[in-house]
């Protein structure tokens, strides 16, 4: 077994404080990799504090770890000893179901999917996340990190920035279009990015009224303060596409009413309480409400790929693990441009 050291939840209520554990051994199709960065996801807080009613403990969250690889099984074919490599939100599916094959794993039609952390891998054990040094992982769920870019400003892009990419690509945000994009945190911010480099013309809706010029350094062409009713009503009836990035209770009528006839608005949020929906809101113009849950492996590859073509990255904060709870409250409250990132050499 590999020893490991990390931060945990072992309960919902506690804070995250120190954990020694230990990962499997590295097996033929395995990679291990010193993580050098995690990103903090709003869903690390949610699960940790069991937000989903989902939760399993003890809890090492991080889904957007990025690191050196350190060893690699006999038939590894992608890694070397001393690549960069990342993990996102998975560490692995039943690789033969259609939702599989057609590399959308995160959708399993068997419901195999394994996520990085808060699940279990294929011999029930539970998986720890990367708020650790260390990680062991199948090769075929590992990602290429180009040395061009930042490596800490990377690491959110394995689920803020998938998360966003994909649902903007499905719904072909680009010339012609108008996008909106929800809140801006570490979804929202790379959403923009986006969509903006897509070539859709991009509104960005903010309830933070400090965060407008922000908005438009990251590329925003309107920014809208989704609180003020006058705002909202100017471009009512506008958007081809809405991507929702929003972490808490809100009202998406208010956002379904924006749609044009046959306009889609998607949700990437996820709040603890379920949304009231008036059918109105989708049957006058035809509109679709629908959903989108990270992306697969490939499309991950695609999207780190295009970030080191155009030089995108997260916009990031660094910080300790001995902040990592106080980090996490700045993140409740909208408090962070645009997302923390923990530095594993303070473990
Ligand atoms: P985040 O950095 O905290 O950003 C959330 C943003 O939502 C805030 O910056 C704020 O933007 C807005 N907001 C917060 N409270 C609000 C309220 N009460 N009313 C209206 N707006 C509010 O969170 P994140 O890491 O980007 O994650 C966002 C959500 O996506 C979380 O629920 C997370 O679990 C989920 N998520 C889903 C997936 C997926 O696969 N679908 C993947 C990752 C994360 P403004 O200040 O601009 O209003
Ligand atoms: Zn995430």
Not at 211 to 220: M, N, S, T, Y
Not at 298 to 308: G, S
Request: aromatic share 8%.
């Amino acid at each position: 077994m590999l020893a490991s050291k990390g931060y945990a939840a072992q309960n919902a209520e506690t804070p995250l404080a120190p954990w020694s554990f230990e990962r499997r051994d590295l097996g033929p199709n395995d990679i291990q990799i010193e993580i050098k960065f995690c990103g903090i996801c709003h869903s690390d807080i949610h699960q940790a504090r069991n937000e989903w009613g989902n939760s399993l403990y003890p809890m090492v969250p991080g889904h957007e770890i990025v690191g050196v690889v350190s060893a690699v099984g006999s038939n590894v074919k992608k890694f070397k000893v001393g690549d960069l490599a990342g993990v996102g939100c998975m560490v692995d599916s039943c690789h033969e179901c259609n939702s599989c094959k057609a590399g959308e794993e995160q959708y399993c039609d068997r419901g195999a999917t394994v996520f990085t952390y808060n699940g279990k891998d294929q011999n029930g054990n539970l998986t720890f996340g990367g708020y650790s040094n260390n990680i062991v992982v199948t090769e075929s769920f590992a990602l290429s990190i180009s040395p061009k870019l930042q490596l800490a400003a990377v690491a959110p892009l394995l689920c803020a920035g998938i998360t966003t990419y994909s649902p903007l690509r499905h719904w072909g945000a680009g010339p012609g279009k108008k996008v909106g994009i929800v809140g801006l945190g570490g979804l929202g911010h790379m959403g923009l990015k986006f969509s903006r480099a897509f070539g859709a013309h991009t509104t960005l809706f903010t309830t933070s009224p400090s965060k407008v010029e922000d908005a438009r350094k990251l590329g925003a062409d309107e920014v809208v303060i989704s609180k003020d009713p006058s705002q909202m009503a100017q471009v009512s009836g506008s958007f081809d596409f809405i991507l929702d990035c929003v972490s808490a209770e809100h009202d998406i009528n208010s956002y379904l009413n924006l749609l044009r006839r046959d306009g889609t608005l998607c949700l990437v949020g996820v709040p603890e309480k379920p949304f009231a929906i008036h059918a109105f809101s989708v049957i006058a113009g035809r509109k679709s409400l629908s959903g989108s849950m990270i992306g697969g492996i490939r499309e991950t590859q695609e999207m780190l790929d295009f970030c080191a073509e155009h030089n995108i990255v997260c916009d990031i904060e660094m910080t300790t693990y001995d902040k990592v709870n106080e980090a996490f409250e700045r993140v409740v409250n909208g408090d962070v441009k645009y997302r923390f990132v923990l530095d594993a050499a303070s473990l």
